[in-house]
């Protein structure tokens, strides 16, 4: 009896059955916490959207803060909120306009372009972006938070930058995504170093694009300039970039240029 337990077919269906039985589990186990594991994504996105605008309240149901933010689809190029014709083809082509993905746009042809300048070496740039909008009680806009992503020295770098209702001065940034030297680009995320944007301007007094990140550091004073991080001025370089690059015509840029004309 024992030596035919010890039989290669047996130990081979022994094997075979483990294999299954274990397969099936993982595979279980992996289809029933997508749902979980999408949850925390979005709840992710919101705490990051938050703390960039500077109001994340630590402990506050993250839904419960986010109610107080309004998410609009932009259209970049036109420089205003996308129309409903416009949002009909986003899901046409298979995306939920209320909870855009524009990730997954940037890589779909008919929903981006293949960037010829490309300063924050993105390649492609989706057509629409979201834009997170925190209004006062008479409506006006008080922040407004917008998703922006460029190349550091490893990795793609994605946050979110917030300004203040002026549509010029920063609230905040911040990154949820990258894969910098922690120590060196890492320190991107450093609260003390995030806390140095806050309070800088956009533009210069001619108008134009000016917020910088300098290496060996801002002159004081200066509202345009944030000292670049020391022993990581690739990562500073790809920061300064793909800030003037979402603020920029080819960003955000005249979309902010039509709020600021409006008054917010
Ligand atoms: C292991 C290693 C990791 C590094 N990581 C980074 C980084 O994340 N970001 C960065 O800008 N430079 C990084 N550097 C340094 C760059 O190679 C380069 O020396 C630096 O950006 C120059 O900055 P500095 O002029 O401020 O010294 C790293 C270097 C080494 C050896």
Redesign the pocket.
């Known amino acids: 009896m024992s030596a035919n337990n010890d039989s290669i077919q047996k130990t081979l269906l022994v094997a075979i059955l483990l294999c299954l039985v274990c397969s099936v589990i993982v595979a279980g186990a992996a289809v029933s916490l997508k749902p979980l594991q999408q949850a925390n994504k979005v709840a992710d996105r919101k705490q990051n959207i938050l703390a960039a605008a500077g109001i994340l309240q630590p402990g506050v149901d993250i839904d419960e803060q986010f109610k107080q933010v309004t998410t609009r689809i932009v259209n970049l190029e036109a420089g205003r909120y996308a129309t409903e014709a416009e949002l009909a083809e986003i899901k046409e082509a298979g995306l939920d306009p209320k909870n855009y993905d524009q990730s997954k746009a940037s890589k779909m042809p008919e929903l981006s372009e293949k960037l010829q300048d490309d300063p924050a070496s993105i390649k492609r740039q989706a057509d629409y972006a979201p834009v997170y909008i925190l209004e006062n009680s008479a409506g006006e806009i008080e922040k407004i938070i917008m998703p922006v992503h460029g190349y ?3 990795s793609t770098l994605y946050g979110f930058l917030a300004l203040k209702g002026d549509m010029e001065t920063i609230a905040g940034l911040g990154f949820y995504q990258h894969a ?2 922690p120590g ?3 320190e991107v995320d450093n609260p003390k170093w995030k806390s140095l944007w806050v309070g800088k301007k956009l533009h210069d007094e001619d108008g134009d694009v000016a917020i910088s990140v300098v ?1 060996g550091g801002a002159e004081p004073g200066n509202p345009n300039q944030v000292d ?10 790809g920061v300064d970039s793909l800030v003037k690059f979402w603020v920029g015509e080819s960003g955000f840029g005249k979309f902010l240029t039509k709020l600021k004309e409006q008054g917010a």
């Open positions: 550091g020295l490893w910098e030297t060196l680009g890492g290496k670049g991080l020391s022993g990581a001025t690739l990562t500073s370089r």
